[in-house]
């Protein structure tokens, strides 16, 4: 199992960026892929990126070329940098590690203003 911590959210402006990061209790590196995703308040739960052990990267075609995930398996944290949000982007991102079983954090808010 793995205990996930999110941090980093919080009230911005549109335009604005943000940095979430996503603190593993224990080592990330053999994990198959880690991932955010986000839910907004009526919405379903929805991907926004996801890097896999190799290194490969997918992102929701509706935060490509805003946002980037990133992953530090020294440190065993998962970051996403989100640049230029907007209010869309409003809603509370959840990090997940692709496990048998899976592993979800808290969650973090992240409110975007117009």
């Known amino acids: 199992q793995v205990q996930l911590v999110e941090s980093g959210g919080g009230l911005v402006q549109a335009g604005g960026s943000l940095r979430l990061s996503c603190a593993a209790s224990?080592?990330?590196?053999?994990?198959?892929?880690m991932g955010w995703y986000r839910q907004a308040p009526g919405k379903l739960r929805e991907l926004v990126a996801r890097?896999?052990?190799?290194?490969?990267?997918n992102y929701a075609y509706s935060v490509k070329g805003r946002f980037t995930i990133s992953r530090d398996n020294a440190k065993n944290v998962v970051y996403l940098q989100m640049n230029s949000l907007k209010p869309e982007d409003t809603a509370v991102y959840y990090c997940?590690?692709?496990?048998?079983?899976?592993?979800w954090g808290q969650g973090t808010q992240v409110t975007v203003s117009s």
């Open positions: 997940n590690a692709e496990i048998a079983g899976g592993a």
């Open positions: 224990r080592s990330i590196f053999s994990l198959e892929a």
């Open positions: 890097i896999s052990r190799g290194g490969n990267i």
